[in-house]
């Protein structure tokens, strides 16, 4: 229902201004609306890991009662300006002039040799496998890789509009991804460079076997 996102935050709200744990019939009287409204928004709250439910020890006679408090940190609902805080570090990097093009493929080279699914012990990896290490890596990142001998088609940028304000360095962190994986597997073919938008629809780019 459209109206759950708003009255989770109000039983959110509530928890956080108590400043004590509050029961299931305190957050409903706060809020005016049924237990069971409130019981099910808690609940989902808890699935969430927003709050923490617990069972106070009686002081009398009767059933303990089980109340929630909320979890420290911030609210996990919201939107991300995940892009804006990618144009930030983009924009300080391009500031570096001549040395941020090597900064940036260096730092994609060394995420490039920690996300590829590395071998097994004393494998010697061929060309071949090597590159259908590299395309399962870059099918992972959503660049919608396509084989063809010793180019390999990216028909999706995930970082398009990024790449198409800060150009080289974007794609300077992707060859970089590239070499690392490869230089990671001890692989007898290197990426030898990057073509942007060599393609209507494509980037190319290009290895080199050893």
Not at 120 to 136: G, I, Q, S
Request: aromatic share 4%; hydrophobic share 40%.
């Amino acid at each position: 229902m459209a109206t759950e996102g708003p009255r989770r935050r109000e039983v959110l709200d509530v928890l956080r201004d108590a400043g004590a744990p509050l029961g299931v019939t305190d957050i409903a009287g706060r809020l005016g609306v049924h237990a069971n409204t409130a019981r099910f928004h808690l609940d989902a709250l808890a699935a969430e890991g927003a709050v923490e439910r617990t069972v106070e020890q009686p002081s009398g006679p009767g059933r303990p009662r089980t109340v929630y408090t909320p979890r420290a940190g911030m609210d996990r609902g919201g939107a991300r300006g995940y892009r804006l805080l990618a144009q930030i570090l983009l924009s300080r990097l391009a500031s570096d002039g001549p040395r941020a093009r090597e900064s940036a493929a260096q730092a994609g080279r060394e995420w490039g040799r920690f996300l590829v699914d590395r071998p097994p012990p004393f494998k010697r990896m061929t060309d071949e496998e090597a590159a259908e290490r590299l395309t399962a890596l870059l099918d992972d990142l959503d660049f919608a890789p396509k084989p063809d001998g010793d180019v390999i088609r990216l028909r999706h940028c995930p970082f398009l509009e990024l790449a198409e304000e800060y150009g080289p360095l974007v794609c300077d962190v992707h060859l970089g991804l590239m070499q690392g994986a490869l230089t990671e597997l001890d692989a007898p073919v290197e990426a030898d460079r990057l073509e942007p938008f060599a393609e209507p629809g494509a980037c190319l780019a290009h290895l080199r076997r050893g």
